[in-house]
């Protein structure tokens, strides 16, 4: 059965204290992992799709990596503004069900 | 370019009651989805769509009905309202595709209250 599990359930940071998120999943295939930001009371938004082992993508202080089990979300020198509750979501092969986590809830304190 | 609107924002039902979430897309996307979210629990899928005629369950679809006259509009129906239905709703939509990983893109949500 597909699973996502991310880690830590919550994170307080200092303003400019690196860290990283944790996604693990179980797929049969992988054709996509996918993050998103979420404020509260907003919809996800968008942020990174991987699709490959290795593969890494940027966007600001954020980059994602991938590998065959788990997806690291890594904030680098984190603002206040960061703060948000961050989803990870996979797509099986033969499949349209995109399965999410429960989300991380990041807070960066300045 | 107004992406997934969904409305309403907020509702509060009676018990039993039934209503339509509405959702459109301007994309052209062929998939749509429904999702509920709710604390601990994460995002689970309600309903789905690839296309004009065509739905599926997702993993949580008793009490909810879709239907897909068009690829633009995809509505959520909630048959007889119960307060374990009380949730946040998104709708969301891609390009579709079995063989690819499309992202997909999100309203931002209808709050619903039943009491």
């Known amino acids: 059965e597909d699973q996502v599990t991310q880690s830590p359930e919550a994170l307080r940071l200092q303003e400019g204290e690196s860290s990283s998120l944790n996604c693990s999943y179980t797929?049969?295939?992988?054709?996509?992992l996918f993050w998103y930001r979420q404020d509260p009371g907003k919809g996800p938004e968008f942020l990174f799709t991987?699709?490959?082992a290795g593969e890494e993508k940027e966007k600001e202080r954020l980059k994602a990596t991938l590998t065959k089990k788990e997806s690291f979300l890594h904030i680098t020198a984190p603002k206040p503004e960061d703060s948000a509750t961050y989803l990870c979501?996979?797509?099986?092969?033969?499949?349209?069900?995109?399965?999410f986590g429960t989300g991380t809830r990041l807070k960066v304190l300045a | 370019n107004a992406g997934v609107t969904q409305t309403p924002k907020f509702q509060v039902l009676k018990t039993g009651q039934s209503m339509t979430l509405q959702c459109a897309q301007d994309?052209?996307?062929?998939?749509m989805s429904w999702y509920r979210q709710d604390p601990g629990m994460g995002l689970r899928l309600i309903h789905y769509?690839?296309?004009?005629?065509?739905?599926d369950q997702g993993e949580v679809p008793n009490g909810y009905n879709v239907s897909r006259s068009t690829t633009e509009d995809f509505p959520l129906r909630l048959l007889s309202a119960a307060p374990s239905q009380t949730s946040v709703y998104f709708c969301?939509?891609?390009?579709?595709?079995?063989?690819?990983?499309?992202?997909?893109?999100f309203g931002e949500g209808s709050w619903l209250t039943v009491v």
């Open positions: 979501a996979v797509r099986d092969s033969g499949t349209y069900k995109y399965i």
């Open positions: 797929v049969s295939g992988l054709r996509g």
């Open positions: 969301a939509s891609s390009q579709t595709g079995l063989s690819s990983g499309n992202t997909i893109y």
């Open positions: 769509s690839v296309g004009a005629g065509i739905t």
């Open positions: 991987l699709y490959s």
């Open positions: 994309m052209n996307h062929e998939y």
